[in-house]
């Protein structure tokens, strides 16, 4: 199991970015494809972006797709969200977590502390 934190989050205006981080530990984070989701108050949450092994695929939700990238270094073991004009509706906690590439399912039901992001209108 790949322990995960993620950091980055914050306030920001509708229109801005964030750049999210999530730092993964064990030896075997390069062989997992990795992915983030997120979570607003009262909803369910949700697939928003996922990374292959090796950084060469990416998959976005429709919601944010043209708006986030997705991208990681093994070398660091770290996964990025670059998040380019915020809109409100992006308002909830971010998660990272190893998922199944052809699923888009995460492998756990083990979830980290996430990062609040808020965007303001």
């Known amino acids: 199991q790949v322990q995960r934190v993620e950091s980055g989050g914050g306030l920001v205006q509708a229109g801005g970015s964030l750049r999210l981080s999530c730092a993964a530990s064990?030896?075997?984070?390069?062989?997992?494809?990795m992915g983030w989701f997120h979570q607003a108050p009262g909803k369910e949450r949700e697939f928003v972006a996922a990374i292959n092994w090796s950084g060469s695929s990416t998959y976005y939700a429709d919601s944010v797709k043209g708006r986030f990238t997705i991208s990681r270094d093994n070398a660091k073991n770290t996964v990025y969200l670059q998040m380019n004009s915020l809109k409100p509706e992006d308002t909830a906690v971010y998660y990272c977590?190893?998922?199944?590439?052809?699923?888009?399912?995460?492998?756990?039901?083990?979830w980290g502390r996430g990062t609040q992001v808020t965007v303001s209108s």
């Open positions: 977590a190893a998922l199944n590439y052809d699923s888009m399912r995460p492998l756990y039901d083990y």
């Open positions: 064990g030896r075997t984070f390069s062989t997992y494809a």
